[in-house]
């Protein structure tokens, strides 16, 4: 392994989810999981399903180590709670956790885009003795945002 911890496992840490309630949750043996921890075996897309549906944590993270791991709309239930708990005009708040869902659903939209791309290419990639390093996911991010921008 490298200087630098893998972001999966430092992300697993940060968590709180150990290898042992991984091995034991996926049903898999110690040295697939450390492989996948340590960075030397490729998550995989059902591997990362199956984490996601286990704890919560976002695909799009699972698979590029960007964005949030989990997504936090802690704000949005804050502002809930305010607008239910007081009177007066609550107009402001309800505008911001709008735009905040608003915003979210465009980094979702992105992330999705993002996903769907790589896993084309992974699947382009596997006719041709596929490797993992030949995935560019930075590449694919930036065509997947002139993409979008270029529709608005």
Do not use: C
């Amino acid at each position: 392994m490298s200087k630098e911890v893998h972001y999966l496992k430092k992300g697993f840490d940060e968590l709180g989810i150990s290898p042992k309630t991984i091995e034991k949750d996926l049903e898999v043996s110690q040295s697939f999981v450390s492989n996948i921890l340590n960075g030397k075996k490729a998550i995989g897309g059902s591997v990362a399903v199956r984490l996601h549906e286990l704890y919560g944590i976002e695909l799009y993270w699972l698979l590029t180590g960007k964005g949030n791991k989990i997504k936090n709309n802690k704000k949005v239930i804050e502002d809930y709670n305010v607008v239910n708990n007081e009177n007066g005009d609550n107009s402001s708040i309800l505008e911001n956790a709008i735009k905040q869902q608003a915003k979210d659903l465009k980094e979702l939209r992105f992330e999705l885009k993002v996903l769907s791309s790589i896993s084309t290419k992974a699947f382009e990639l596997l006719f041709e003795n596929f490797d993992m390093e030949t995935l560019d996911t930075e590449a694919i991010e930036n065509q997947v945002r002139s993409e979008l921008n270029s529709e608005q």
